[in-house]
């Protein structure tokens, strides 16, 4: 693996590059993706499309030592990509509703009740409001991260986060 340096700093290629961040993030970003799109199969991929996405543009990244940001933008944008497209195929598809007792897709990630039961009361909340919320206490980022991940001002996140977190006592305290 040759790396140079400018300035002090390693100069990756964007295979070098992607290899250490796909080691380092790959199991956090698919939990994220879980998080919003809640199936382990969707979220697996749109992680990987999201990799493929980054680094198909690597040397048009402003900032390369922040491609783990926008890796997390690209998850977050894909995931509701996916959601927008399973309510088409939902709206235009007939399916068998699975029965109360079959397990979801999902199961093996959403090991206990009270992890289902959140994931539950997360799904019944507004798209931007469960984004702040999976991003701020999942990632545990950073207000400022996360209105850059999302493209919205830190007190839109600050706004969303706290009726996120208001609407979400009562769904939790029915489930649990």
Do not use: C
């Amino acid at each position: 693996m040759s790396v140079t340096t400018v300035a002090d700093r390693p100069v990756w290629t964007a295979d070098e590059a992607l290899v250490q961040l796909y080691a380092a993030h790959w199991r956090q970003l698919v939990r994220l993706s879980v998080l919003l799109v809640r199936d382990q199969g969707t979220a697996e991929e749109v992680v990987q499309d999201a990799f493929v996405a980054v680094h198909g543009r690597w040397d048009r990244l402003r900032d390369p030592d922040r491609a783990l940001a926008y890796l997390r933008q690209t998850v977050v944008n894909r995931s509701r990509s996916a959601l927008r497209h399973q309510a088409v195929v939902d709206r235009h598809a007939a399916r068998r509703t699975p029965s109360a007792d079959e397990p979801g897709a999902d199961q093996a990630a959403l090991a206990t009740g009270r992890r289902a039961a959140v994931l539950d009361a997360l799904r019944a909340l507004p798209d931007r409001q469960r984004e702040v919320l999976a991003l701020r206490y999942y990632l545990d980022l950073s207000e400022s991260e996360i209105a850059e991940t999302l493209g919205i001002s830190r007190g839109a996140v600050k706004s969303h986060a706290s009726r996120g977190a208001a609407a979400l006592r009562p769904l939790l305290e029915k489930e649990l």
